[in-house]
Nanobody
Framework: QVQLVESGGGLVQAGGSLRLSCAAS????????MGWFRQAPGKEREFVAA????????YYTDSVSGRFTISRDNAKNTVYLQMNSLKSEDTAVYLC???????????????????WGQGTQVTVSS
């Protein structure tokens, strides 16, 4: 029912920054915890970050902790992923997802997210 559209991807030099946006339509995101995942060619979809409905709890995969920040602006119906100190290993298609499940540290799996955007490409040159 909710539609998600990512934007903000592109080509960036290693050490640079990008901010991804996930705009929702159809329904407000106030009912959902939101997550970011990424998928590189030939690899499984990987959890990156998630934020609870109220924004009070966030989770990150170890490889991005300290470099990436997830945030949400419910008034704008938008979720963001601020990516700093980018590395070539961050190159992937980044996908936004939503879930109405309670967000727990153990729930950061693609199977727990029924709603997905189309993805935006992030390429980090070294």
């Amino acid at each position: 029912q909710v539609q998600l559209v990512e934007s903000g991807g592109g080509l960036v030099q290693a050490g640079g920054s990008l901010r991804l946006s996930c705009a929702a339509s159809g329904r407000t995101i106030t009912s959902y915890a939101m997550g970011w995942f990424r998928q590189a060619p030939g690899k499984e979809r990987e959890f990156v970050a998630a934020i609870s409905q109220g924004g009070g709890r966030t989770y990150y995969t170890d490889s991005v902790s300290g470099r990436f920040t997830i945030s949400r602006d419910n008034a704008k119906n938008t979720v963001y992923l601020q990516m700093n100190s980018l590395k070539s290993e961050d190159t992937a298609v980044y996908l936004c997802a939503a879930t109405d499940r309670v967000l727990l540290s153990s729930s950061n799996r693609p199977l727990n997210y029924p709603y997905w955007g189309q993805g935006t490409q992030v390429t980090v040159s070294s």
